[in-house]
């Protein structure tokens, strides 16, 4: 592999945003993310190929890091921010359609809820994954599930849920796209949810951790 | 500022002056799968053994959440208040979302309760205030509103304010306003727990009240999570928190060790007669 991606792929696994980072020290004064993506765009890396090569495998491996508790959510954040240096470089290729995506992801914690941690991190890693996301924020409403779902056909979605006492929302926000969208793929997590408690309120998908999440999305790339 | 709480004979008086007062947060069925499986059957004996364990540890109040997907809780949060007021002498924290179950809790509730809690958005202090003035119940005034969560600390105070001055013209005492001024995890934002700290200062000086925290969401996200817990709990309690919602099987020996600390034990009495308690 190019040494610019191994590079990049690296600074991405360690959170070395860019070349002010002060993290990991042994790359101090170094470039970062954000440096190593343009780099690599100006050596005529095709952006697809910094996308398969260093983001989404870097990203793999901090969420399969964090699912073994090798890392905490600060450095998985950190990761997050190199990888988004990294991104925005790639940006304008997404946006005039030389570079794929593989899908569209819509994300939200659902009403009455403003736990975001745990979403954010999920949008992340998917993001990380290579597909765009859709970031709907906290304390969602169905209404506002369903117009997204509406204005990204194809979609696949996912609903956080933090509180017992909210996750009765998931069931009624699941209940209502599942009425009108029958075909659509909902992922959902959060610490009181359960694989059991999916499947009752009829969702398609449940994981502990992220990168279960990016896993299971695999099958619906385009 | 004195806030009362009481049992059924029990009075608990939360002083802005100290000493810390421990409101028990583990009737509550995040992570206590146990919980919810014994409630559905109507069988209390989990609740209440959660109760004396807390209780045993030194907590002054007990908080009630039985919130889970199916319940209704508008008839299960007043059964368990109900049971828990029969077996222990203890006032309560009435922790719900719904309105309704709240109402219905405190109709059959003894003492004088605490609820959990009331925001400033427009639709929480209209549905919750007047319930509370009815039934003569104090609350957690949250520092949120219909903005959501905000990180300045001086937004914050002026939520704070908002909810007392709404409460006293509804008709409560301002001192049944206690205020929670919201601790974020700090893995995510890393001056998450010093926004809240000043906030605690600001509500401290300014208005003087009460103030309570859920203070284990600080440490999400992070290992040794006690750790974290403990060196945020002495710093808050410094700046002006008197009754943490905390497990006090976990914390009571570090709050009654920052009481001392801050001279408010003399000859480390209440210190030595918890560990005493402990042995």
Request: negative net charge; glycine residues 8%; contains cysteine.
């Amino acid at each position: 592999m190019n040494e610019i991606l191994k590079e990049l792929a690296y600074c991405v696994e360690s959170g070395k945003i860019d070349k002010a980072s002060p993290y990991p020290p042994a790359l101090k004064g170094k470039n970062g993310a954000d440096e190593l993506a343009k780099e690599a765009l100006d050596n005529g890396i095709k952006p697809d190929q910094i996308l398969e090569h260093a983001l989404i495998p870097a990203m793999a491996v901090v969420g399969d890091r964090f699912s073994k508790k090798e890392i905490y959510v600060p450095q998985m954040l950190m990761s997050a921010k190199a990888m988004n240096s990294a991104m925005k470089h790639l940006k304008p290729f997404f946006q005039s359609g030389e570079t794929k995506r593989k899908g569209k992801f819509i994300v939200g914690t659902v009403a009455g809820d403003l736990h975001d941690i745990g979403k954010n991190l999920v949008a992340m890693m998917i993001e990380g994954g290579g597909w765009e996301v859709i970031d709907l924020g906290v304390d969602v409403g169905t209404e506002k599930f369903l117009k997204a779902v509406e204005e990204n056909p194809g979609a696949v979605i996912g609903l956080s849920a933090l509180l017992t006492t909210t996750m009765e929302n998931m069931k009624k926000t699941v209940a209502a796209l599942k009425a009108k969208h029958s075909e659509l793929k909902i992922l959902v997590g959060g610490a009181p949810v359960t694989q059991e408690y999916c499947d009752k309120i009829g969702a398609d998908f449940f994981s502990p951790d992220p990168q279960g999440a990016v896993d299971y999305l695999k099958q619906f790339a385009g | 500022m004195k806030t009362f709480l009481k049992g059924k004979n029990t009075e608990v008086i939360i002083n802005t002056e100290g000493p810390v007062i421990i409101i028990g947060e583990s009737i509550n069925p995040t992570r206590r799968k146990r919980l919810v499986t014994t409630l559905q059957e109507n069988d209390f004996t989990y609740v209440f053994e959660l109760a004396e364990n807390q209780i045993r540890a030194g907590a002054d109040v007990l908080d009630v959440n039985v919130g889970f997907p199916g319940v209704d809780d508008v008839r299960l949060l007043p059964d368990v208040v109900v049971a828990i007021g029969e077996k222990f002498d203890i006032p309560l924290c009435l922790d719900s979302p719904n309105p309704k179950a709240i109402e219905a809790a405190l109709k059959v509730s003894a003492g004088k309760c605490l609820i959990n809690s009331v925001n400033g958005k427009e639709e929480s202090m209209t549905a919750l205030l007047p319930v509370a003035r009815d039934f003569g119940a104090a609350i957690i005034g949250l520092c949120m509103d219909d903005e959501g969560i905000t990180n300045d600390p001086e937004k914050r105070l002026a939520i704070a304010e908002k909810i007392i001055e709404r409460a006293v013209r509804t008709g409560l005492r301002a001192e049944d306003v206690i205020i929670d001024p919201l601790a974020m995890a700090v893995s995510a934002e890393p001056q998450a727990c010093i926004i809240a700290a000043e906030t605690i200062r600001l509500i401290h000086q300014k208005l003087g009240h009460n103030i309570t925290m859920g203070a284990s969401n600080i440490s999400f996200g992070l290992p040794n999570r006690e750790d974290i817990n403990s060196a945020f709990m002495a710093i808050a309690i410094m700046n002006g928190l008197t009754c943490p919602i905390a497990n006090p099987e976990k914390i009571a020996g570090l709050v009654h060790a920052t009481d001392l600390v801050l001279g408010r034990d003399d000859y480390a009495i209440r210190f030595i007669e918890h560990y005493q308690s402990t042995l």
